[in-house]
């Protein structure tokens, strides 16, 4: 089999599908793994291809963290948007507390990041980390969504940038074939299959999403999270259709 990619499209709180998938990967996806030469993401999707090609043993962790994340940010009068909520600094909190050490020497070259300059809006898929806070500067540029996180975007090698979604929500890289992973119904190997009456696709920054009433609530829930019990419900999803996906391309193992 020739070399693969693999990337996980942005997302927001809804990363907990990719987490999902990414579980099912390490379960019964080795055939698979052992084939991904790199890894992609944009915002939510970064966090989870940096997790998995730098710490795929913590899993779990990540997703206590996000459940206790979207537990506080439920709290909140207005979820993240609440004055004087501090959403870039829990993040950053988890990140360090998940990221082993050595994680940028294990992603150089290996991790691509997309993330969108504030002057010019033009995208960049980041590829070279000369140490760990330049991935962390990196992924939390990736999943900083300007006024939802905060005002001050994040500075990066003498500039500013935000959330990779918003200019490449899906990287696709050039060679060999890229194995895409969406929380999103649409045309993606592995996502969530809905049922419409007509198979409408919007273009949603190089992603092709299915018009349907179940994305429109998803996209909602990308911002403000659900319930524990539906944000579990999420990483099952994630999980089963990622299983779905490898069995389907037998490398179900």
């Known amino acids: 089999m020739k070399h693969l990619n693999l990337s996980f499209s942005a997302c927001g709180f809804l990363g907990i599908y990719h987490l999902g998938a990414a579980s099912a990967l390490l379960k019964h996806g080795h055939k698979l793994l052992n084939c991904v030469k790199f890894y992609a993401g944009a915002s939510a999707g970064s966090l989870v291809a940096a997790l998995l090609l730098t710490a795929p043993d913590k899993i779990k962790e990540s997703k206590d963290f996000i459940y206790a994340f979207s537990e506080d940010v439920r709290k909140q009068a207005l979820g993240a948007l609440t004055p004087r909520y501090h959403f870039m600094e829990h993040l950053r909190a988890g990140i360090e507390s998940i990221l082993p050490c050595k994680a940028h020497e294990l992603a150089d070259n290996r991790l691509y990041v997309s993330i969108t300059n504030t002057r010019s809006g033009e995208n960049l898929l980041v590829s070279k980390f000369g140490s760990r806070e330049d991935l962390i500067k990196v992924l939390l540029a990736s999943s900083f969504v300007p006024v939802y996180a905060g005002i001050k975007a994040v500075e ?98």
């Open 156 to 253: 990066y090698k003498g500039e500013t940038w935000f959330d990779g979604g918003f200019s490449n929500s899906l990287p696709i890289l050039p060679a060999g074939r890229t194995v895409t992973v969406s929380p999103f119904c649409g045309r993606n190997d592995i996502c969530p299959k809905d049922k419409a009456l007509m198979e409408l696709y919007v273009k949603v920054v190089k992603q092709d999403i299915l018009l349907s009433t179940a994305n429109l609530k998803r996209l909602n829930q990308a911002l403000f999270p659900p319930s524990r019990g539906k944000m579990e419900s999420i990483f099952q999803e994630g999980f089963e259709d990622t299983v779905n996906f490898l069995q389907a391309q037998n490398w179900f193992g």
